[in-house]
T-cell receptor, first 115, second 113 residues
Framework: DAGVIQSPRHEVTEMGQEVTLRCKPI?????LFWYRQTMMRGLELLIY????????DSGMPEDRFSAKMPNASFSTLKIQPSEPRDSAVYFC?????????????FGQGTRLTVV | GDSVTQMEGPVTLSEEAFLTINCTYT??????LFWYVQYPGEGLQLLLK?????DKGSNKGFEATYRKETTSFHLEKGSVQVSDSAVYFC????????????FGKGTTLSVSS
């Protein structure tokens, strides 16, 4: 398996535009996590899915953020409209079970810059 | 709620120096503890873990011991290399059902030759 694959690696967009980040988890992993990393706040869990169903989205900062997992091999994180304070690195991770999320595999991240 | 506190960085060392990065936690019950490493431009990778008190996790020359009495999981390495330069994250998973991984803020290590 190629690991967790995220795209794009870098995204620069103007304030107000819609941004969609993509993630392909490791095949067979039932859990998928979206994290945001900033200098100020460190790593924050935004949302996680179990078998394509959102379980906990309490970390999603605002209604401008939404995440979907239409099937076991694909998830998106959408920001609409984007704002400069959304600039961060967004990571996707997957694990076999919730109990084994400590052994989660992370993608390389998407560095988002909103100007 | 549960939390992880790491020492502030950056930590700057010369090659072959001894490394300690402090990590303490607050949690109910007996969490599992982890150290992750993030190399420049990469995602996080699991470095080592410990699932019960007095367990020692080790990998690539790094070690950490789960100390229940001091609620600590300090990361150590006897002789660092330039290639160890990275950001290190301490993390825990709670025993409470349905809770996700909780990370510390990360400590940047810079090793010079």
């Amino acid at each position: 398996d190629a690991g967790v694959i995220q795209s794009p690696r870098h995204e620069v967009t103007e304030m107000g535009q819609e941004v969609t980040l993509r993630c392909k988890p490791i095949s067979g992993h039932d859990y998928l996590f979206w994290y945001r990393q900033t200098m100020m706040r460190g790593l924050e869990l935004l949302i996680y899915f179990n078998n394509n169903v959102p379980i906990d989205d309490s970390g999603m900062p605002e209604d401008r953020f939404s995440a979907k997992m239409p099937n076991a091999s694909f998830s998106t994180l959408k920001i609409q409209p984007s704002e400069p304070r959304d600039s961060a690195v967004y990571f996707c991770a997957s694990s076999l079970t919730l109990a084994r999320q400590g052994e989660a595999f992370f993608g390389q991240g998407t560095r988002l810059t909103v100007v | 709620g549960d939390s992880v506190t790491q020492m502030e960085g950056p930590v700057t060392l010369s090659e072959e120096a001894f490394l300690t990065i402090n990590c303490t936690y607050t949690a109910t019950g007996y969490p599992s503890l982890f150290w992750y490493v993030q190399y420049p431009g990469e995602g996080l990778q699991l470095l080592l873990k410990a699932t019960k008190a007095d367990d020692k996790g080790s990998n690539k020359g790094f070690e950490a011991t789960y100390r229940k009495e001091t609620t600590s999981f300090h990361l150590e390495k006897g002789s660092v290399q330039v290639s160890d330069s990275a950001v290190y994250f301490c993390a825990l998973t709670s025993n409470q059902a349905g809770t996700a991984l909780i990370f510390g803020k990360g400590t940047t290590l810079s090793v010079s030759s």
